[in-house]
C-alpha cells in the first residue's frame, strides 16, 4: 500500500513537471511571436515614412515657355515735301551817278544794279535800294521780270539838293517759287513678336 502511494507521488510529480515545462514554452512563444510583430510593425512604418519623404523630395525649375509681346519700331516712309526755292542769281555790277536835268527833274543820283540769272528757270525778281544821306534815309525798289541766262540792270534814282551827298547799298531776291520733293520720314509702328520666356515650376521627384 504505502508502495503504491509513493509510485502516485512520483507521477503526479512528473505530470507536474511537464505540465510546466508546456507552459513556459506557451509563454515564450507568444512572448517571441509579439516581440516579431512589433518589429515587422516598426520596419513598416519606416519604411512608410521613408516612401513619403521620397515622395515629398521637391525642388523649383525654371521652365521655358513661348509667348508674343509688342514693341515699338521706326519705319521709314517718303513723303511730298514742299518748300520754296528762290532763284540763283549773280551781281554783275552797282555803281551810282550823279545826274542833272535841266528841262526835267533837276538834280539827282542814279543807282543802277545788274543782276544775272544764272538759274535754268525765269521767274521775278527785287532790287531793294536803301539810300542815306546825313539827315534822312530812304528806301526804293525796283522789280523785273529775269529769264534764265539774262542780264538786267536795275535803276533808283534819288532826287536830291546840290552838294547833299548820297550813299546807297542794295539786296536782291526772287519772288518764291514753290516746289515739292520726296523726303524719307520714319514714323512709330507697333508690331509682335514671338519670345522665349522663363517660369518657375515646382517639381517633385
Do not use: H
Not at 72 to 93: H, M, S, T, V
Amino acid at each position: 500500500m504505502a508502495k503504491k502511494e509513493k509510485d502516485n507521488g512520483a507521477r503526479n510529480l512528473i505530470l507536474g513537471i511537464v505540465i510546466g515545462v508546456i507552459i513556459i514554452g506557451a509563454i515564450f512563444m507568444i512572448y517571441n511571436s509579439s516581440i516579431n510583430n512589433s518589429t515587422s510593425s516598426f520596419g513598416s512604418q519606416d519604411s512608410s515614412s521613408q516612401s513619403e519623404n521620397s515622395k515629398n523630395s521637391c525642388r523649383d525649375i525654371e521652365v521655358p515657355y513661348q509667348d508674343t509681346e509688342t514693341y515699338i519700331d521706326q519705319e521709314a516712309y517718303q513723303d511730298l515735301e514742299y518748300y520754296d526755292y528762290y532763284l540763283k542769281l549773280e551781281k554783275i555790277l552797282a555803281y551810282t551817278q550823279e545826274r542833272l536835268e535841266v528841262l526835267g527833274r533837276g538834280l539827282y543820283d542814279e543807282a543802277r544794279v545788274d543782276i544775272k540769272n544764272i538759274d535754268n528757270i525765269g521767274e521775278w525778281v527785287t532790287v531793294t535800294f536803301y539810300w542815306k544821306t546825313i539827315s534822312k534815309e530812304w528806301e526804293d525798289t525796283d522789280r523785273q521780270f529775269i529769264e534764265p541766262g539774262e542780264t538786267i540792270r536795275f535803276i533808283s534814282v534819288y532826287d536830291k539838293d546840290a552838294g547833299e551827298d548820297t550813299t546807297f547799298s542794295y539786296t536782291y531776291k526772287s519772288d518764291a517759287i514753290e516746289k515739292s520733293k520726296y523726303v524719307t520720314k520714319y514714323r512709330d509702328v507697333q508690331k509682335t513678336r514671338a519670345v522665349t520666356k522663363y517660369k518657375t515650376e515646382t517639381q517633385c521627384d
